[in-house]
Each structure stands twice: as structure tokens, then as C-alpha cells.
């Protein structure tokens, strides 16, 4: 069975920092491409950051891109991901997804291309 656990969110100033862990077990994490997701108060859960299995390539929202980095560490069966220069619109839980590595790259913010789910972070920012 999959399990994929989030921790770290929480509140913050605008402007800080966190720093998102998502730890899978139950398959090969390294063989995986895995993402990451947000979903708002009252709106529609939308794609964060993506990485590949090989942690070759990565993909960014527009929203978080030169703020937010993605990585992962295969050896721990880890993903994380950097927020740096939060905003409130940040606000969300904030859910980490995995799909097989063979999966298209290209739909990497594709909600039904993650068959496996966490079961989300929250992360508040304060104005």
C-alpha cells in the first residue's frame, strides 16, 4: 500500500520561509515521478511543482517559479519543496502526489495522472 505523509506546513509572515517534506513508502519511491499541489478556500486544488523520477527535470507553476525550488532525495524516499518569499495567495494545504516514471512528463500538472496522494499540509501566510 502507498503512503505518502506532508509535514512542515504552517504559519508564517509574508515574506518567510518553509520548507514542505513529503515522505512515500510502500513502493519504489525512486521510480516515480512526483509532484506537488495546492488547494485554496473555495477554489479548485492546482499544480505546484513537479520533479522526475531522476530529479532531471523539474516544472513549475508560474505563480511560484523564483520562489519555490522542488527536490528529492531517492535514498530517504523524500521530496521537498523550498517556499521562499511567501505570499497570502500562498495559502493552502498543500498535497504531495506520486505517478510511475513512466508516465508522460508533459502532464506533469495533471491532478488524474497521480494515482497516489498525501494527505495535505497547511501552510498559512500572514499579511
Known amino acids: 500500500q502507498v503512503q505518502l505523509v506532508e509535514s512542515g506546513g504552517g504559519l508564517v509572515q509574508a515574506g518567510g520561509s518553509l520548507r514542505l517534506s513529503c515522505a512515500g513508502s510502500?513502493?519504489?519511491?525512486?521510480?516515480?515521478?512526483v509532484g506537488w499541489f495546492r488547494q485554496a478556500p473555495g477554489k479548485e486544488r492546482e499544480f505546484v511543482a513537479g520533479i522526475s523520477w531522476s530529479t532531471s527535470v523539474t516544472a513549475y507553476a508560474d505563480s511560484v517559479k523564483g520562489r519555490f525550488a522542488v527536490s528529492r532525495d531517492n535514498s530517504k524516499s523524500t521530496m521537498y519543496l523550498q517556499m521562499n518569499s511567501l505570499k497570502p495567495e500562498d495559502t493552502a494545504v498543500y498535497f504531495c502526489?506520486?505517478?510511475?516514471?513512466?508516465?508522460?512528463?508533459?502532464?506533469?500538472?495533471?491532478?488524474?495522472?497521480?494515482?497516489?496522494w498525501g494527505q495535505g499540509t497547511q501552510v498559512t501566510v500572514s499579511s
Open positions: 502526489a506520486m505517478r510511475d516514471a513512466g508516465s508522460t512528463w508533459s502532464r506533469y500538472g495533471t491532478e488524474g495522472e497521480y494515482p497516489y
Open positions: 510502500g513502493r519504489t519511491f525512486g521510480s516515480h515521478n
